[in-house]
Nanobody, 121 residues
Framework: QVQLVESGGGLVQAGGSLRLSCAASGSIFRINAMRWYRQAPGKQRELVAAITDGGTTNYVDSVKDRFTISRDNAKNTVYLQMDSLKPEDTAVYYC???????????????WGQGTQVTVNS
């Protein structure tokens, strides 16, 4: 059974920083892409940042130059460093990952449970 567990959310003042972590556990052969999404109240879930297994990254325009996604493959963990936070960054942040549990098996998409980020003005 594979699980993704996020941590690091909280309450911060505008201009502050937070670092989110998402650790995958269980029987894992390989993790391909890992991503962070967010969903604000009354809005659709949006992709914030993504990183491939080779380390290629991309970001939604609204967080470029403020957020940094990274991963530690030895720990099956993806991070989201969020700097210069704004009130509009307030949302529940979710990670997902494309995971292969055995070499002979297809890949599946797994989601974490989410972590709340609140930015006060």
């Amino acid at each position: 059974q594979v699980q993704l567990v996020e941590s690091g959310g909280g309450l911060v003042q505008a201009g502050g920083s937070l670092r989110l972590s998402c650790a995958a556990s269980g029987s894992i052969f390989r993790i391909n892409a890992m991503r962070w999404y967010r969903q604000a109240p009354g809005k659709q879930r949006e992709l914030v940042a993504a990183i491939t297994d080779g380390g290629t990254t991309n970001y939604v325009d609204s967080v470029k130059d403020r957020f940094t996604i990274s991963r530690d493959n030895a720990k099956n963990t993806v991070y989201l460093q969020m700097d210069s936070l704004k009130p509009e960054d307030t949302a529940v942040y979710y990670c997902n990952a494309i995971i292969q549990i055995r070499a002979s098996q297809p890949t599946y998409l797994y989601w974490g449970q989410g972590t709340q980020v609140t930015v006060n003005s």
